[in-house]
């Protein structure tokens, strides 16, 4: 059961997904904002949300933000369900466009001011390449937001620590600039964030 349960949250689908979609809904409230105020949101900001989940961090930043417009892509059928119903006004008005897939293979017509990703990380297959991709597909002094909760077994306030190196050199890798790491105390387990700019 406890297997299963953590294979939902990298790919909801299901009752034990809906079930998922909740826990991570009211586990990250606290952590998107965390993460969003770090965006720095300008008027009229296009932003790609990576891994958008149940649509959480989507609504926060469209009910605070009327101006900006917002694309999510999530690897799961199930999360889209979920966050269309969260959004769906801003959806029919044509301010947020939801997709799935994996990121490395995200191609949309237009650049992006901000891009974020909550609790997404650790699940991209190719970081690296990922990482790339995204960092093309920003404009320049364009920002990035990385967060992360680490969920694994066993994992402490070092776990996140660690992760907030790797992300940091991760990001200097792809060309990003000036990477900047924070924390907070969310339970569990510290919260890692990182943000950089592309110039």
Not at 48 to 77: A, F, Q
Not at 108 to 130: A, C, G, Q
Not at 169 to 186: A, W
Request: glycine residues 8%; proline residues 4%; aromatic residues 8%.
């Amino acid at each position: 059961m406890i297997e299963s349960m953590a294979k939902q949250f990298e790919k909801p689908k299901g009752i034990l997904g809906k079930l998922a979609g909740t826990i991570m809904y009211l586990e990250n409230r606290k952590i998107n904002k965390w993460s969003i105020k770090k965006l720095q949101i300008q008027k009229r900001d296009r932003i790609l949300e990576i891994g958008y989940g149940p649509g959480y961090g989507i609504k926060t930043m469209m009910s605070n933000y009327r101006l900006i417009t917002v694309d999510g892509v999530d690897l799961s059928e199930k999360m889209l369900d979920e966050a269309t119903k969260r959004n769906k006004e801003w959806i029919a008005a044509g301010k947020v466009y939801l997709s799935t897939g994996d990121v490395v293979h995200f191609k949309p017509d237009h650049h992006y001011n901000k891009i974020i990703s909550v609790n997404n990380y650790p699940l991209w297959e190719k970081p690296l390449t990922s990482l790339k991709h995204l960092y093309h597909l920003m404009d320049r002094k364009g920002r990035i937001v990385l967060t992360v909760q680490p969920r694994e077994e066993g994992s402490t306030d070092k776990t996140a620590r660690e992760l907030g190196e790797k992300m940091k050199n991760d990001l200097l890798q792809t060309g990003f600039k000036r990477p900047d790491v924070s924390y907070i105390k969310v339970r569990p387990v510290l919260t890692v964030c990182v943000t950089a700019e592309k110039d």
